[in-house]
């Protein structure tokens, strides 16, 4: 382990996202002597959720940011923090969810997903959430249809009890309510601290 080089440990460490784990096992040292390295280069350790979150994407992030370019794209991707901001469900940490009974707001939101942030098609998941006496096969038939989605990813649906008070509403859900959610902590973060920035008047 001592003719390791700094160079070589970044590489490992910093690019790659090996954990420490792996590269005492690559290295056939100790983790202690890969810590040991690591603080004798000053090259600074990973947090814990971090760590969590290089081990569930080794290969980088799922996702890649790609600045609007034309007068459309820009639209979009308001349109798409703006809908984040007024509809999605911030409290959830470790993914990127957005609900509502609108097919089309569903639909502009990931092909915002997509068009910004390359999120994959495929990794786009649903959850759709109806009332008991609405019909399933002809919910998921809706939603499969107006979104161009599989049946595969509408991951669970929940039947919920409907009340007197919802008349109006339930007249604009006869379909139910669709979430859209992408599991990324990272991308959620980002997308939250771009609608702090935007309430505090900061600089994008």
Not at 2 to 13: F, G, H
Not at 70 to 94: A, H, I, P, Q, R
Request: charged fraction near 25%; charge should be positive.
């Amino acid at each position: 382990m001592n003719d390791i080089s700094r160079d070589e440990l970044v590489l490992l460490y910093t690019d790659k996202k090996l954990s420490v784990a792996q590269i005492a096992k690559t290295r056939r040292c100790s983790e202690s002597k890969v810590n040991y390295w690591l603080t004798q280069y000053r090259i600074s350790k990973r947090s814990i959720s971090d760590a969590v979150y290089a081990k569930h994407n080794p290969h980088g992030d799922p996702f890649l940011f790609r600045k609007p370019t034309s007068m459309d794209e820009m639209f979009l991707y308001g349109l798409g923090v703006g809908l984040y901001w007024g509809e999605g469900t911030k409290k959830n940490k470790t993914s990127v969810r957005l609900g509502n009974s609108n097919p089309d707001l569903i639909k502009k939101f990931v092909q915002f997903l997509m068009a910004t942030y390359q999120a994959d098609r495929k990794k786009i998941r649903f959850g759709l959430q109806i009332f008991g006496d609405m019909s399933q096969r002809k919910a998921v038939r809706f939603w499969t249809q107006k979104l161009s989605i599989n049946r595969s990813q509408i991951m669970k649906t929940i039947v919920v009890t409907p009340h007197r008070s919802i008349g109006n509403y339930r007249e604009k859900s006869k379909y139910g309510v669709m979430t859209a959610y992408f599991n990324n902590r990272k991308l959620r973060d980002i997308l939250c601290t771009t609608i702090d920035n935007i309430a505090m008047d900061k600089p994008m």
